[in-house]
Structure formats: C-alpha cells, structure tokens
C-alpha cells in the first residue's frame, strides 16, 4: 500500500492505494487561510499537523487491513510558501502562502538582478518564497535573524513525519533560489537575497528516499518500522504525475482555486519575459512549463458568496451546451494575476454592467473571463515554441459542461476528461512513493487515465469567441491605466 497527501491551500487529502495504483480510500480535512491585511494571505503550520493526523486516522479506521501494509509515503503541497523555523524546529510566524502579494516591492527588487531570471528561469513573482524573505528582513528584521531554515508547506509536513529538513526540485523551483536548468540550489541568488546554503533543506528528486516515518508514528499508526517518505512534488507536478503527464506535448488545463495550464518538457526552456513558469518536474530529468491564472473556480466561488448562491446553482443557471459569448466581460484579477501579466496590483472588474445583467449574465461573464484569460496563458506558453494539440481537463471547474465546452472553444483545443476517479496531485503523490519503493520506471506506474469523452470545439462559435477573447485582451491596458 501507498499513501499520498496533497497539502492543499484550503485542505489536505489523504490517498491511499494498492500495489496496482488503484485507489483503496481517501479522507479529507480543511483548514482555514487567514488575510489579517490586504494582500496577506497566511496559514498555521500546526494546522497542517492536524489535518494530517486526523485524515490518517480515518483511513486507518475505515481500511484497517490495507493501511496496515502501508511501504512508502509521498508529499505534494500547495507550493511557494514560506514556513519559518529558528534552531529547534519550532514555526517562528505563520506560512505565508502562494497567494501572498505583500513582497511585490522586494520581487521586483530581486527581478531586476540579472542572475534570477537567468539562473532561475523565471520572473521572480511576489507570491514566491524569495521576496518573502526579504520582506521578513525589511519588516521583522529580529525575527528574520532567527530563520535557521525556511520549508515549503509539504516540507514542513515531511518534517513531522521523518524529522528531515528535505525538499524535492520541483517544489524548490518555485523558490527563485533554485537553478532550475542545474536542478539545484544556487548560492548566487541565495547570497543576493540574504540567504544562506544552510538555510535551505538537502533535496531530492520527486520518487528518491527522503527518510522513513519516525518509529514513534510508524507505532502509532500500526504499520512496519522503515516506511519510506519520497520526495513527492509540487502540488501540480504530483498533479501532473496522476494523470500520466511526463511526456513532451502532454498537457493538462486545471480548473481548480487557481486555474492552470501546464505542458511537459523534455528540456529546459525558459522564457521568463513571457510570465510563463519553467520548473523541475517531480519526474528526474524532466522540467514542465505552465501559465497561471490566480483565480479560476475562486471566481466562481466570490460571486456566489456575493449573490447567496452556491458555485453549483450559478453554473446550473446556464445551458448545457455554448451559446454566443455574452456582452458583459469580467476581468478574472481578483487576486491580482500571473501569466501573463506579473502584476500583483491589477484587480477584477465587471465592465458593460446594465439593468439587464442578472446572475446568468455575470456568471456568464465569469466564466468567460476565466476561459479568456487561460488562452492568454496558451499564447504565452506558444510564445516559447509550446505546442498543445489536446489537454486533459481536471479539478472542480471540470464538472461543468458549459465552462468546459466554452474553454475548449476559446483554446481551440479538444479537452479530454477522465473517467471517474481520483486523478489529482494526491495520487500522483501516492505514485511517486510507489516509484520509490518498487524501483519502476515513471511510465510503468504513471500511465494516462482513461477519457471518458473528449469536448471539442465548436467550429459554429469559433469566430464569435475570437472576436470576444480580442476585446477581453484590450480590457487590462484600459483598466491598469485607471488604477
């Protein structure tokens, strides 16, 4: 048996699978994100522990047999988060997470010194882990002092599980201190934001041994002493190894808190002007590109909490099939963007509002905006010679019809879905600790789900939607030069 979590922004998943890769359970826990100002975004470590303890347990009481046979662990987690640990391991301030703008001066700072583009591969973004420390130095300098090692979210859990201070590179690469292209950290970008090589933990790749579970929790939860705990991933590099993603011209769009739009690599080839991320895969020798949008289903999710409806009952207003592109536009920057904007600042707006404009219109209007901007991500992904004939669609947003049919006309790209079944970042996760155990080679455990239906564009809105996506496009100019 295999377990794999996924640390995730608003909660963890427990996975647990047999020797085939066939899912035996699952158990779920949530946990909170705190915003004590504008912009912040943070989460207690210790929450984290917790969730993991209870979801364990769950499995264990519902597949007592199973978990009994449990050999290996992997982590995936939701990445860029910053946790801050002092000598003796103990949390120094709450894990600022992946959505956390207050560092945008000390990204741009750290972006404008040539080696991170170069070395890293990509912009330096405020969300990532770099400019956080920096922000810490100018604003908690006592504090700052402290900082005896800095661990991703999953990494932070790693700990708890094995005692080991262990990354994986494609996690790391979302840190802007990693050499991406040399797979390893750099002590030029360390050094030039204030860092230091002992602050950072040894890494590994994604299916290599990382340590084994503590005696005490190999005791606790009823299992043979020596499970191995394996590198594990970032949260859409495991994504991308549950749904058998590895190869050059494999791409998966994910509908999900954020919305995703990722290709894999054979080699390293960044573009970092494009905003488009280049990072490790969890996969040895093998990188991936992805464009980023920061808000995909939480669009959805803000204008149901604005009109007292559910995400469910808004998408249900609208028809199965696609109609004409509506005449309301939506900017999807509720959380400022990335691909392709790198601006942190940028904010949502409705634009072309009228008496007319009911829930069916701004929902339309949503979706849209999140469809328009996910082909802004496929332009900058071509911009670096990325070339997608079809893409697997996946996470919430995948169970509307409508949105679905609506993206795979605005991309021009068939999307495929798979069948039923748990396909996301936990079972990549729970494949990658399977790889390590068994020693099998990443295309003997992590093969492509079965599609159940392919959506394919539709040729008769083709146009339409094209005359729609190049208004859109002219909308961040207008807006960004009014706020």
């Not at 990722?262 to 093998?286: E, G």
């Not at 696609?322 to 691909?339: C, I, M, V």
């Amino acid at each position: 048996m295999y377990l794999g979590l996924d640390l995730g922004t608003s909660g963890l998943r427990a996975l647990l699978i047999d020797g085939n890769g066939v899912p035996v359970g699952s158990a779920d826990r949530s946990y909170p994100v705190s915003h004590p100002h504008p912009g912040w975004s943070e989460q207690d470590p210790a929450d984290w522990i917790t969730a993991c303890a209870a979801a364990v347990a769950e499995l264990k009481r519902d597949h007592p047999d199973a978990f009994s046979g449990l050999k290996a662990i992997g982590l995936s987690g939701q990445m860029h988060g910053a946790t801050l640990l002092d000598k003796a391991d103990r949390v120094l301030r709450p894990c600022m997470l992946w959505n956390d703008t207050r560092a945008a001066a000390q990204a741009a700072h750290l972006d404008g010194l040539p080696d991170f583009r170069h070395l890293s591969g990509n912009i330096v973004f405020p969300g990532f882990t770099a400019p956080k420390l920096t922000w810490v130095r100018d604003n908690e300098p006592a504090l700052f002092e402290r900082v005896a090692k800095v661990l991703l979210p999953k990494d932070h859990l790693r700990l708890w599980l094995t005692g080991e201070h262990v990354s994986d590179m494609s996690d790391a690469a979302g840190t802007s201190w990693l050499d991406v292209g040399a797979r390893d950290w750099s002590a030029p970008l360390l050094a030039q934001s204030g860092m230091r090589p002992d602050q950072m933990p040894r890494l590994v790749e994604g299916s290599a041994p990382s340590g084994q579970l503590r005696s005490s929790l190999a005791a606790e939860w009823g299992v043979s002493p020596g499970v191995t705990v394996v590198g594990g991933g970032g949260d859409n590099a495991a994504a991308a190894c549950g749904v058998g993603c590895f190869g050059e011209g494999d791409g998966f769009v994910s509908l999900g808190t954020s919305g995703v739009l990722l290709a894999a690599k054979s080699s390293f080839a960044p573009r970092p002007d494009s905003a488009v991320h280049s990072f490790c895969h969890a996969i040895p020798d093998t990188w991936y590109q992805m464009g980023v949008i920061l808000a995909a289903t939480d669009c959805l999710n803000w204008l149901a909490a604005q009109t007292g409806a559910t995400p469910a009952a808004l998408a249900g207003l609208l028809p199965e099939t696609l109609d004409q592109p509506g005449a309301l536009f939506f900017l999807p920057y509720l959380s400022g963007e990335r691909t392709p904007h790198n601006d942190a600042g940028i904010r949502a707006a409705f634009l072309g509002l009228g008496m007319d404009s009911d829930r069916t219109a701004m929902t339309r209007a949503v979706m849209e905006g999140v469809a328009f901007a996910l082909r802004d991500n496929l332009e900058a992904l071509k911009s670096t010679g990325t070339e997608l004939e079809r893409v697997l669609a996946i996470g919430g947003g995948a169970n509307s019809p409508y949105w679905l049919e609506l993206i795979a006309t605005v991309l021009d790209l068939p999307l495929d879905l798979p069948e039923a079944g748990d396909f996301g970042a936990a079972l990549g996760a729970a494949r990658l600790a399977m790889a390590g155990h068994t020693g099998a080679a990443p295309d003997q455990i992590m093969a492509r789900p079965a599609i159940s239906r392919t959506i394919h564009p539709r040729a008769d809105l083709r146009d339409a939607y094209e005359g729609a996506y190049a208004r859109f496009r002219t909308l961040y100019p207008a807006i960004k030069a009014i706020t």
